[in-house]
C-alpha cells in the first residue's frame, strides 16, 4: 500500500484521524489473521481474544459478552446525558470451504471460511477504535463513542439481540455499520435512505398421512401430491394476499418424500426462507404463510407442522444516520466517493439495532477497480481489495468527529 497525501482527498485537511501507514499494514496484517482462523457463530473465542488483546494494548477496557465471544469497548466515558455513538463489526464466519488457491491468507480451518467479510467488518471497526482512542486522549473526540464486536450474526435470529441483552444500547443514540459490497469498487461506499436488505425467515414444514399403494391413491393422503402444491400454490397465495410493493416471496431450498416409485409416503418435510422488503409487511407475514400452507394441507387431507422461524426484519436506514455517514465520506474522499445502492434481498441483523434507536449501514465497497470476475459474497473464492479497510476506518472515524448532534 502506498502512502496517501491529505490533498488525495478533498476535505481531509480539515479532520483530523488520517492512519499512519503503519497502521494500515497492521491491519491488514490483522484481517489476514482472522480469514486463516474462521470461527461460526457463538465459537469466535480466538477472534475474540485477538480483539480485546489489541484493544488492552490501546489502553481500553473491552469488557467480553456475557455468552463469551464478542465485545463492547468504549472509548470516552457516557455522562448519562450526551448519546454514545456505537459502531458495530459482525466477527464471526461461514460453514463453507475456502476454496481461493495460491492465497497465502487463505482459511486453516476445513469448512471454514470468512466469505461474507466480516473479518473487514471487524478490523475496520478495530482501526477506527484506535484512532478515535487516540484522538480522545487529545480531546478531540467530541462524544463518546463504543466499539460493538457482535457475535453469530450468521445465525437466525442473530447475535445482535444477545448483544442488546448485554447492554450494548445503553446510552447508545446512533449507531453505524459498513458491509462488504463487491459490486461496488474499493475506494467508494453505497448508501441509501429507507430499506437497505430484506427481512429474511426460514421456514420448515412436515406433512403426515395414512400412506398407501399408489394404484389406490384415494385411499390415502397423497402426500407427494400434497407436498408438491405446497410448493408451487403457496408462493403464489401469498403473493396475492400482500401489497406487490413489499417483496413478499416464499422460496423453497428443499423437499423430500418417499423411498420407491410404487408406494404413497406417509411423511414429507419441505423447508425454504421467506424474504420481505417492507417491514410491515414483514411483520405480518407468518400469518399469511402459515394460512397458506395449511389451507393447502387440509386441501388434500395432510396434518401440517410448520415451524416458522422468525429470522431478522429489514435493515431501515434512518435519514439523520445516512446522511452523517454521505457527509463523513464526502470529507474523507470527496463526493464521487458516494453511489447511491438498491435494497438488498439479503438479511442482516444489524436490523435489531434499528428497531431501538437511529442508524444506518453503508455498503464499502471490496472490488478492486476494472475487475468484473464478478466473486460475490457467501462464496468460497470471496476475497476483497484490501485497501477498503483504510477507507472502512476513515469512514468511521470521520463520522465520529462529525456526529455532534446525538
Keep these: 500500500m502506498s502512502q496517501e497525501s491529505e490533498a488525495d482527498h478533498p476535505g481531509e485537511a480539515a479532520l483530523p484521524g488520517i492512519l499512519p501507514e503503519a497502521l494500515r499494514a497492521e491491519l491488514v496484517a490483522f484481517r489476514r489473521d482472522l480469514h486463516m482462523h474462521p470461527e461460526l457463530g457463538n465459537q469466535e473465542f480466538r477472534t475474540t481474544a485477538a480483539i480485546k488483546g489489541r484493544l488492552e494494548k490501546a489502553g481500553l477496557q473491552p469488557r467480553v459478552l456475557d455468552s463469551g465471544t464478542g465485545l463492547i469497548c468504549d472509548i470516552g466515558e457516557w455522562d448519562g446525558e450526551q448519546p454514545v455513538l456505537a459502531l458495530r463489526g459482525d466477527i464471526d464466519a461461514l460453514p463453507i470451504p475456502d476454496t481461493k488457491s ?14 461474507c467479510g466480516h473479518d473487514v467488518h471487524t478490523t475496520v471497526v478495530l482501526g477506527a477504535g484506535l484512532v478515535l482512542a487516540d484522538l480522545h486522549r487529545r480531546g478531540q473526540l467530541p462524544r463518546p463513542v463504543r466499539l460493538l464486536f457482535q457475535p453469530a450474526e450468521e445465525v437466525l435470529p442473530g447475535g445482535a439481540l444477545d448483544a442488546i441483552k448485554c447492554g450494548a444500547l445503553e446510552g447508545v443514540g446512533r449507531i453505524l455499520a459498513v458491509h462488504c459490497d463487491p459490486k461496488v ?26 400412506g398407501g399403494h399408489t394404484a389406490r391413491p384415494h385411499l390415502t393422503t397423497d402426500l407427494v401430491t400434497a407436498a408438491a402444491r405446497v410448493v408451487t400454490d403457496v408462493p403464489a397465495i401469498v403473493a396475492r394476499r400482500a401489497d406487490a410493493r413489499s417483496g413478499l416471496s416464499v422460496t423453497w431450498g428443499r423437499i423430500e418424500s418417499g423411498h420407491a416409485p410404487n408406494v404413497i409416503p406417509q411423511h414429507a418435510e419441505l423447508s425454504g426462507t421467506v424474504r420481505c422488503l417492507n417491514l410491515d409487511t414483514w411483520r405480518q407475514a407468518p400469518d399469511l404463510v402459515v394460512a397458506a400452507i395449511d389451507e393447502i394441507a387440509n386441501l388434500h387431507r395432510a396434518k401440517s407442522e410448520i415451524n416458522y422461524v422468525r429470522g431478522v426484519p429489514p435493515v431501515v436506514n434512518a435519514p439523520d444516520a445516512t446522511e452523517l455517514l454521505r457527509g463523513a465520506m464526502t470529507a474523507r ?22 428497531e431501538h434507536i437511529s442508524g444506518a449501514m453503508a455498503r464499502l465497497g471490496v472490488r478492486h477497480p476494472g475487475d468484473r470476475i464478478g466473486r460475490d459474497l457467501h462464496q468460497g473464492d470471496f476475497d476483497v481489495d484490501e485497501s477498503a479497510i ?8 470521520a463520522a465520529a468527529l462529525l456526529d455532534t448532534a446525538g
Design 102 to 115: 495460491d492465497c497465502p491468507y487463505r482459511s486453516t480451518v476445513p469448512d471454514r471460511a470468512h466469505a
Design 185 to 210: 469498487d474499493a475506494g467508494k461506499i453505497g448508501l441509501r435512505q429507507g430499506p437497505i436488505t430484506s427481512a429474511c425467515d426460514r421456514l420448515e414444514i412436515a406433512l403426515d398421512g395414512p
Design 333 to 354: 474522499r470527496g463526493a464521487d466517493s458516494v453511489e447511491d445502492t438498491e435494497q438488498s434481498l439479503g438479511g442482516e441483523d444489524f436490523s435489531w439495532y434499528l
Design 390 to 397: 483504510t477507507v472502512g476506518v476513515e469512514l468511521f472515524t
